[in-house]
């Protein structure tokens, strides 16, 4: 598999009372100049979307489907995490009698709806380049039902392996799905509970990493060399450095990445902290493998917003606000300018939790839209952080070069983040500006790497009162101007507030 490399970039912080470049020039405060020595990713992997098989597909219908490929379509991600449960396509479970686990065996079923939506899953994935990450909620069928006795050695259960193998060769090497490009050992196998309620009770990070071994022989024996293990798919930023450092000293040659799920509150972002701690992160786990970053890139598999969470219903009450959507396309920037590789926002779409919730008579409301039918009690709009979402993914194409500014002093960097990109092709790109602060800020921006742009410019404004929305209801440009990425533009950013410029309609 060919990997993206990238730069894993601690900037450091500039006094704006020195105003001094470390070249002894002068750095006006009021220009934001993305230079060739600024590069912190050159070759970004992109963003995407959690879209897993649906629990429940009778709850859709045609305009359902309609609406999840219309979406889905102007979303662009370029890849996706997809998750599903083996007990879904896993029947007929025969323990042989006797101790010898590599003589247990299953029979197979990819006929219902579910292996259904599988299908429609990655058939669109398959034609649209999107690389997909894969993997099984739960070792078990269930949450409180061992049935196939495999909670006690959790993913290091050699039965995990070849299940997992039998069906990776099954879409991969017969369908023909090579979209499919990383597999998921494991969801969150750092987050423990309590025995019968939390799917990694019995987890521990040796089972974990056993399992890693298990899966890299099994897949490796079945051809499946292309596809790689996400290193961790753990969550939380502790949890998270403890997999990591674990895994940096152990067993990195077996992974494919450092994965984590990132759930954060709005102090992290709000207050540019998240940064700090990706840079943190960054030198303590980059001191142990020195293949971190480069052949084997930092990606955030799950992220959100904790703050507005209900926990009885598993939902996020702020989901619908202007707010959540900067928040968000924040908490991308600040991981992006910290060296992160690709991020896979949670969630796509509402619709795929609907079984699994505290109570099935209120889904999960995590998504960018809900495609439940209109005679569900549920609500059916594109929410504002869709269209946040759709500008950033649609910019941050694939091998997309990234830049920071040459500003980077403590007060801006409190409340004040902005990145410039070039595409791979070297023919379009933009800047992405956001303001956290209570004041509008006016600044110019341009990259100095030359660039082959079409002489238009076209702004989007994300905030309050700032969105447009073209007849489908999809965002389009507050206004489109003459000019050059390579050329000193003068923009306004509002006060908390998101302005992209790029040189293509996105």
Known sequence: MKKSKISICLLPLVSLMALSSC???IIDPTII??????????????????WGVYEDTDKLD??????IFENIQRLNPSRIRCMINYDWFVT???DRGDED?????????????MAANLDEILSYCQSHKIEVAFGSWNVVGSLVDDKWNMMDDCTSDIRWAKISTFILDYLVNKKGYTCIRWFVNGNEPNYLGIKGLSKNWNNSFAKWAKGVENVRKAFDDAGLNNIQIVGGDTTGLVGTKEYWTSIAKQCAESVGDYGAHLYLSNYYIDEGVLLEEIQNLNKDIHSIDRGYGSE???NIWECGLLDGKDAETDSNLLIKTVTYGIRMADFTLQSVLGGVNGLTYWSFDDAMNFIYTTNPATPKRWGMFSSLTSDQPYDQEVRPWFHSSCLLTNLLSPQSKVYASDIQDEEVKTFFRSIGVINEANNSGGFVAINRGS?????SYYLEQEINGSGKLYIYKFGEGQIRLNDQGFVKPN???DGSLNKKTEIKIPANSMVIVSSEEL
């Open 479 to 481: 206004y489109v101007i």
């Open 33 to 50: 100049a993305f230079k060739k020595e600024n590069l912190v990713q050159s070759s970004f992997g992109g963003l995407g979307v959690e």
């Open 62 to 67: 045609e305009r359902s489907r309609e609406r």
């Open 23 to 25: 070249g002894g020039q």
């Open 296 to 298: 084997r890139p930092v």
């Open 439 to 443: 004041e509008d800020i006016t600044k």
């Open 92 to 94: 007929n479970f025969n």
């Open 101 to 113: 686990k590599t003589n247990d065996t299953w029979d197979y079923d990819f006929t219902n709806k």
